[in-house]
């Protein structure tokens, strides 16, 4: 029976068991919203840290509860060596029944309850903070794989240019035109390219793997496509504060880091775990200064006495003449003061972190703006009207080659500008603690 019931519990067990073992389909067009999804669903970290969220309940339980009371019986008797004559069992011991309960005095278990809830409040704090930090991470990787898919298309396109220019040459060489020195100089400089083509592969696989990790998928080679375009626009942009959300692309954010800062403290996980630590050293020093108010056991209980019954009473109070417990009462004081610390601390980091995150959206907008003004449009003219004399030999190789470079180097730098410019948006979300259902 015994061992039915062992088979039957582990089959229950294996059965309720979540499903984070298996390996998640991934689907071959990745959105963002699934990536944070799957990530806050199956990432490691973020379990362990729901699993510490249970074990403060456990602590609560546990500490919330009345002690035990206490059941004693004691038989004393004695018989001399040789007697002959005895008396009947009952009336020949000393038997007691005694039942004791011990009174907690001074609030202890309140007090206990009180750092108990403290205690859990702060440990679920970390476990949203730890949320709002894996989300940044997610969307980090997520753009950084999405960053990694333009430069492979710019690389692409690059080396199809370099080869449509080598086949151009080539029918020129063929019909006398041009000698085989620029024909090979050309065919050598597409080693440039296709090694850009390569670099961009790995970069993109690797980006893609990295997002894998923090969705917890163990097979890290899966290949699928990101589909959130780099640049950032209204529609895309997560809100970062209430009236704010329309100036993060046109206005400057630097000049609204007060109001940030004041809705980031009220909001951060990080903040509030630190605030809810305080609570539970001010009410852990009270809990230690409750033993100088010793607690009260009373007890009674039925005494039969060699025929003779009575009814016990009693009460016992240790006398707190040595120890009144001054190291405890010491030892939560000074944690006290260092979660106090911890708290300012917290607080400041989360200042710099919004006033950080608000300089780079505005010092990014900037830098994407200045790049589409000033050279994205340019470099794209000059690459086209480069080209277009080249191909009629109004252009040399050196002019071809040059104009190609500098227009693939300004598309990258331009795609650069517009990832950190995703990545600032999200850092600014984060920061300032966005509820999950606006970012």
């Known amino acids: 029976m015994l061992k039915r019931i ?20 991934i689907p071959d067009k990745l959105t963002l919203a699934e990536a944070v999804r799957s990530a806050v669903e199956r990432n490691p970290s973020l379990a362990a840290a729901r699993s ?16 035990n009371p206490a059941l004693t019986f004691e038989s004393e008797g004695w018989h001399p060596t040789g007697q002959t004559a005895r008396s009947p069992f009952f009336n020949n011991q000393e038997l007691t029944f005694r039942f004791d309960q011990e009174i907690e005095r001074a609030g202890r278990r309140a007090l206990r309850t009180a750092v108990a809830d403290a205690a859990l409040d702060a440990v679920r704090a970390r476990a949203d903070d730890a949320r709002r930090l894996l989300t940044l991470d997610v969307q980090r990787a997520y753009f950084q794989a999405v960053l990694a898919t333009v ?6 396109v690059s ?27 050309l065919q050598v400089e597409r080693l440039r390219f296709v090694d850009d083509v390569f670099a961009a592969e790995l970069a993109l696989r690797n980006a893609r793997s990295a997002l894998l990790v923090l ?26 504060a209430p009236g704010i959300v329309s100036a993060v692309l046109t206005g400057a954010i630097g000049a609204q880091a007060p109001t940030l800062v004041a809705d980031a403290i009220v909001r951060r996980p990080d903040v509030i775990a630190a605030q809810r630590e305080v609570l539970r050293a001010d009410t852990e020093t009270r ?71 608000a300089n780079a959206v505005d010092v990014n907008r900037e830098r994407v703006q200045y790049i589409e003004r000033e050279y994205l449009t340019t470099a794209r003219e000059s690459r086209d ?27 990258r730098t331009y795609n650069r500008a517009l990832y950190e410019q995703r990545v600032s948006l999200f850092e600014l979300a984060a920061a300032t603690a966005q509820p999950p259902g606006q970012q």
């Open 6 to 25: 062992a088979v039957f519990s582990c089959a229950v067990f294996l059965g309720a068991r979540p499903s984070s073992g298996q390996e998640p389909v």
């Open 287 to 357: 809990l230690q200064r409750a033993p100088r108010t010793p607690n009260l056991t009373i007890g009674g209980g039925y005494r039969r006495e060699f025929g003779t019954d009575a009814v016990v009473v009693g009460a016992t109070v240790p006398l707190p003449l040595f120890n009144r417990n001054q190291g405890g009462v010491l030892r939560a004081e000074a944690e006290r003061r260092q979660a106090a610390s911890r708290a300012r601390t917290t607080e400041l980091a989360v200042r710099l972190d919004v006033q950080q995150a």
């Open 52 to 67: 510490d969220v249970d074990i403060a309940n456990a602590v609560r339980l546990d500490v919330s509860r009345r002690l």
């Open 151 to 156: 430069d492979r298309d710019v690389a692409r």
């Open 215 to 240: 969705m917890n998928v163990t097979t890290l080679g899966q290949p699928f496509e990101v589909t959130e375009p780099l640049a950032a626009s209204p529609a895309t942009t997560p809100p970062t």
């Open 159 to 185: 080396l199809q240019e370099i080869d449509q220019a080598i086949g151009l040459n080539r029918s020129r060489f063929e019909g006398g035109e041009i000698s085989g020195g620029e024909l090979r100089r």
């Open 385 to 411: 009207i480069v080209l277009a004399s080249y191909k009629v030999g109004a252009a040399d190789l050196i002019d071809f080659l040059d104009a190609q470079r500098a227009f693939r180097d300004t598309l």
